[in-house]
């Protein structure tokens, strides 16, 4: 392997890192932005996710 290749796969590395960071963040955000939805709601998804 050359440093470049290994420059560019520590690069991808870390960027997938990040995204699913960002994405975590982001569905952190929306459960803290409607906890009043989850919690009138949460009977009913429950049954629909064991389907």
Not at 14 to 41: D, H, N, Y
Request: aromatic residues 4%.
């Amino acid at each position: 392997m050359t440093v470049a290749s290994i420059a560019i796969a520590r690069a991808f590395i870390t960027l997938e890192k990040a995204i699913s960071q960002i994405v975590q963040v982001l569905g952190f955000i929306r459960l803290g932005l409607m906890p009043t939805r989850r919690k009138g709601v949460e009977s009913s998804p429950r049954s629909g996710i064991g389907r």
